[in-house]
């Protein structure tokens, strides 16, 4: 399996805290991973450098068969290389239709004059309801996002995700805050989506994680602590000690 | 004391040429009597001189009696008394020799000699020389004044003269500056001047640089090609250089006589229009004179028929500027006296600058000193709760005003200031509490909000204050104690003011690290910035702190307006002089940090004195070219100076 | 295409409607063309009202739409108002330099002509000669061009460096005033090129016109409610589809939309520039009514006021911004031109020219407070109340 994302020796500090030090991390084409560690371990700042938010102090960071480095690219052209990335809380745009939501996020040429005169054809709508019926949201497309419950917005999160058609997918905490029944449905959702592509889930709760049924990387003190299967790194002692164990 | 100058005034005139005999009083007068009845500015200098020069002690009496129209003529002889008018209309006359009245006359038997002012203006001069050495000090620092006001060659012997008896050292070291510089112009001793010059080279008075230019001036002499003029050469100028424009100099030429008048485009028109024939002008129908070469060439034709002078071509301005050399020559003939001179007037200059730096850098200094106290409530308020007040500034008016009302109830200043702090404070920390709780607590989270509602207070307030004070600018006076100025020299100065709101900034500053790092307020106030949830889990009540907290802000604002009142005018509007500077202070510095917004009030004082200093004339343009380089600056440092990075900075 | 687009917003077609019908009334009622109750100083006002219902689109479709609240728009809208005002004035103070001059006995050349016009215009700052940006003063058409480039230029180059310095939120509210502040400081020296304090005047007479005013200001009315129309319909336009999504986006979400794959400077950037031509455009037809522009015009405190006019409107409806500008600019004129009557409560007089202005920064707080929707709230509300009437 080829490798879609490596990123190698990254580290970043905030005011001398160090938030990533010297991170290394590999996933390849249509792979899940778990991403676990305790509060404070680096997750979600390693999502913002992955991303283009947050700018390393050192490090490489490759992407796709050229390997593509992306660091000092925007946010916008990394989103447009094929990363896609959800936040922890919902983040939909509330004041607009599950509709325009999802056009928004279709994949489509982004630059603001193709945009101006974007009127959405049938073959585009179409595919807009293809998505909203895998996140079932179907009756609801026409409702402003604003008024769907919480596991709905998260659905139609990861929808707009899938409608970007990334190469990975970086998903934070997807579980939060949702039903059982919710929960399995996003597992689904999530692993329905690994299929055709990278999806790197980053999760606390480990009942989820063990549904997911991947690869896990464990983070500490912006580093890899362990990796490899669940129950290989839920033996593992140091995982224990600084995770697990508390 | 009188014998002392009676002996100095003598041997100063033996070595004159010594005309002085053992002449009375009158008979100097009666000498130079017919000067004095025709009573003529231009013809009366000798008489004075004569009078003063003579020797006489009582000179100095008959000198002030004539300033002051005292001195009367007795119509049967001629002879000048001072007269005194008599209750019955009479005139008491008194003798200049003797003191000694010597009778009463009616007004018909006398004529009052009647100087005029520019008569009196010299007598005045005159005296110059006696209260050199008048026992009264007043009246020695006055001649000094009045010599240093018109300094002329002959009151240098005078005050040479007076130097030795000199007791009191200011005074005596006045007499001795004023002496080196009167050398300087009028000894006749080059080398003297020269001695003076060099010695002084390097001195910073205003005095010194005064007396060097007019020796310096020059004046511009044309000459033919190949021939020097004579004369103390300062340059050779070259036409067309700053110096000496083609211009000027080839008005200088036809001044002289060496070159035909350049017509100006009036001239010419008018030449044109004299010789209109049947509706042309040298063949030239009048309607194709529209433009300019049609008309150069109608004139062209009209001037080589002789009709009118000819037209000066540019090539005829070329040859005759090349045919002729320009100096500028000094007035003062000695090359010794204006090379020291150059040499010393260089080395002031280059103290001067150097001082002007100084004293920039002090200005510099005391606008910063502004900003950082106008900025500092929203250090707080903006800073570090992160709410947009616009009406900040009606807050810094509102505490102007208060200073004014307490100046209207308590009329010792020093007093009032001491009772306007204190209530500023406690009224804007009220007004911020008001605004805290109706307003600024329900827009918490939408900052854009905060902002137009408190613009819309600012309005409010603003034209609150304009109906209750008034359109007019309204008067915060400051204490006598801090009226004046630090003098260091002629160049450097700084006011009291502005080391006073110099000091005051200092102290906010302590005052502000002190709540902020030391007092429970300040950990509370940091405590519910940085998580407000996790602050109210541990018993801290947010709303209790933000309050404060605002409150805090706006009674400093408070405080800076009186501090900004006693030098700038107190008026409805000044609160909107002051808060877009005062936000790009806080900006420019970075958010949440009082030391960035101490950086950010020197930068952006020092960067806009800088620019006044490039270009005095115009204050305008440097605020102008400051925004500008707040607006670039923001695009390297988006964060400010000191910038918070990372999660704190809050994203 | 543009059907579906009318279609899908009918309150467009509303707000057209009424437009075309006021414009109708106003010219039956005109002096100029008309009956003549409607009085042509108060037909300049309706026509400098529309102006400012322009600017006040332009500033909803930034500040309601893109989320960015620019407290600089004046800046552009007086930017545009100098550059039509350079031409009126040198073009009519040409006309007459030249027919004085023609009265001499020699034609004028060219050059007196300059030297006239020069005279003319810059005597009052102490000058003579013609700055270089007025170059372009004697051509119609490429000051009409910079009518529009100019703010568009400025906006670009300012918004450029603003938006990808990630300038956001009240700092580059302050960053906006900052520019306006900074240009109203620059035209205020003699320096600037365009008479420092004195600014431009005589703006009201149209070169070559001999029309009395009652006419020239009904076409300038007619421009101006043309130029609201064609305004609102592109603006409108601009915020139905996906790029109205996208901006919107942008004001709830910056972030999000960015991870979406979209350059969110470029799309700021282009709202940006795009505001501040309408805003040169509406300016360019506003001072002409006016008849005189100054620095004092591109001061900070009428872009705030442009904010204020837009809040109380409601923002995010383009008609709240038209109503609230509408609104808000005539009742100011009302109140403070001393025409409302006094209230006399006994111990205290209410004068409205004195306390118009408390009263305006106060109900601005309470709208704020209470109703952030505005005045537009009220007629979405409506609409909505008699919608469910419908159905039920």
Known sequence: MSTLLEVSGVSVSFDGFRAINNLTFQIGNAELRAVIGPNGAGKTTFMDIVTGKTRPDSGHISWGEKNLSLIGMSEARIAQAGIGRKFQKPTVFEDQTVQENLLMALRKDRGPLAVLFFRPSAADLERVAELAGEIGLTDSLLRVSGELSHGQKQWLEIGMLLAQEPRLLLVDEPAAGMTPAEREKTTAILVEAAKTRAVVVVEHDMEFVRRLNCKVTVLHEGAVLAEGSLDHVTKNQEVIDVYLGR | ?651 | MNRSFIARNPSVLVFLALLALFTLVVSVLSEGFGIGLVSTSFVKTLGKTLCLCLIAVAMDLIWGYAGILSLGHFAFFGLGGYMIGMWLMYERTRQIVVSSLSEGVLPPTPEEIETGIAGQIFGVVGSADFPLIWAFADSLVIQLALVVLVPGILALVFGWLAFRSRVTGVYLSILTQAMTLGLSLYLFQNASGLRGNNGLSGLQNLPGVSAPQSVVSMWFFWASALALALGYLLVAWVVSGKFGSVIRGIRDNEARVRFLGYSVESYKLAVFTLTACLSGIAGALYYPQAGIINPAEVAPIASIYLAVWVAIGGRGRLYGAVIGAAFVSLVSSWFTGGQAPDINLGFYTIQWVDWWLILLGLSFVLVTLFAPSGMGGLVDLLMRGKKRGGNT
Not at chain 2, 407 to 428: C, E, G, K, R
Not at chain 2, 469 to 482: E, I, N
Not at chain 2, 533 to 550: E, H, Y
Request: net charge neutral; with cysteine; proline share 4%.
């Open chain 2, 1 to 651: 004391m009188k014998t002392m100058l009676l002996t100095v005034l003598s041997a100063l005139f033996l070595c004159h040429g010594g005309t002085a005999q053992a002449q009375t009083v009158q008979d100097i007068l009666q000498s130079q009597r017919a000067l004095i009845e025709q009573s003529s500015r231009r013809t009366i200098g000798p008489a004075i001189d004569a009078i003063a020069d003579s020797g006489l002690a009582q000179m100095q009496s008959v000198l002030e009696a004539w300033q002051a129209k005292d001195m009367w003529q007795r119509l049967e002889d001629g002879f000048f008394f001072a007269a005194h008018k008599t209750a019955d209309g009479s005139y008491e006359l008194t003798d200049f020799e003797s003191g000694a009245v010597i009778g009463t006359y009616p007004k018909d038997a006398l004529a009052q000699i009647k100087p005029n002012s520019g008569i009196r203006a010299m007598i005045a001069t005159a005296l110059v020389r006696f209260q050199l050495s008048d026992p009264d000090m007043a009246r020695r620092g006055e001649a000094l004044d009045s010599i240093a006001r018109n300094p002329e060659a002959g009151l240098l012997g005078p005050l040479r003269a007076a130097i030795p008896s000199e007791k009191d050292p200011t005074l005596l070291a006045r007499k001795l500056r004023l002496e080196r510089l009167m050398t300087m112009s009028y000894d006749t001793d080059t080398a003297a001047r020269v001695a003076a010059i060099t010695a002084m080279a390097g001195d910073l008075g205003v005095d010194f640089r005064a007396t060097l230019n007019p020796i310096l001036t020059t004046r511009i002499v044309v000459a033919d090609a190949g021939v020097t003029p004579e004369g103390n050469i300062a340059a050779t100028l070259v036409p067309g250089e700053a110096a000496l424009s083609r211009d000027a100099a080839y008005a200088l030429l036809v001044e002289a006589d060496k070159a035909q008048p350049v017509l100006t485009p009036d001239a010419r028109d008018a030449g044109l229009e004299a010789h209109i024939e049947s509706g042309r002008i040298a063949g030239t129908p009048i309607a194709k004179l529209d433009t300019e070469t049609a008309r150069d060439a109608a004139y062209g034709a009209l001037a080589a028929k002789g009709l009118v002078p000819l037209l000066v071509h540019p090539p005829d301005i070329d040859a005759s500027l090349a045919n002729h050399q320009f100096f500028s020559i000094y007035h003062e003939p000695s090359q010794q006296v204006t090379e020291a001179a150059e040499a010393a007037l260089a080395k002031s200059q280059s103290r001067v600058v150097a001082s002007q730096a100084i004293d920039l850098g002090l200005d510099a200094l005391s606008l910063a000193s502004i900003y950082f106290l106008a900025a500092i409530g929203l250090a707080i308020t903006f800073g570090v709760m992160g709410v947009i007040n616009m009406a900040h500034g009606e807050f810094i008016m509102m505490g102007a005003y208060t200073g004014y009302v307490v100046q209207q109830f308590v009329p010792n200043h020093t007093a009032s200031i001491l009772v306007a702090v204190p209530l500023a404070f406690a009224v804007t920390f009220a007004a911020g509490v008001a605004l805290e709780r109706l307003v600024i607590r329900w827009l918490y989270h939408r900052p854009l909000e905060t902002l137009l509602a408190t613009f819309g207070v600012s309005i409010a307030l603003q034209q609150l204050a304009k109906n209750i004070f008034g359109t007019q600018a309204r008067p915060l006076t400051a204490p006598s104690w801090l009226d004046g100025a630090w003098v260091i020299n002629d160049v450097v100065s700084i006011s009291y003011i502005r080391i006073a709101i110099f000091v005051l900034a200092l102290m906010f500053m302590g005052l502000f690290v002190f709540i902020m790092k030391r007092t429970r307020l300040g950990l509370e106030t940091r405590a519910v910035t940085q998580n407000p949830r996790m602050a109210a889990g541990m018993g801290i009540n947010p709303d209790r702190v933000n309050m404060l907290t605002f409150g805090l802000g706006s009674g400093i604002a408070g405080i800076a307006g009186v501090a900004i009142g006693l030098f700038a005018k107190v008026t409805s509007e000044m609160g909107g002089d002051y808060i877009v500077q005062s936000f790009m202070t806080v900006v420019v510095g970075g958010v949440g940090n009082i030391w960035g917004t101490l950086a950010g009030a020197l930068m952006i004082g020092g960067f806009q004195k800088g620019v006044e200093w490039l270009n005095p004339s115009n204050t305008l343009a440097a605020q102008t070219y400051m925004i500008v380089f707040i607006i670039i600056f923001i695009q390297f440092r988006p964060r400010g100076i000191i910038a918070l990075r990372g999660r704190a900075a809050g994203d």
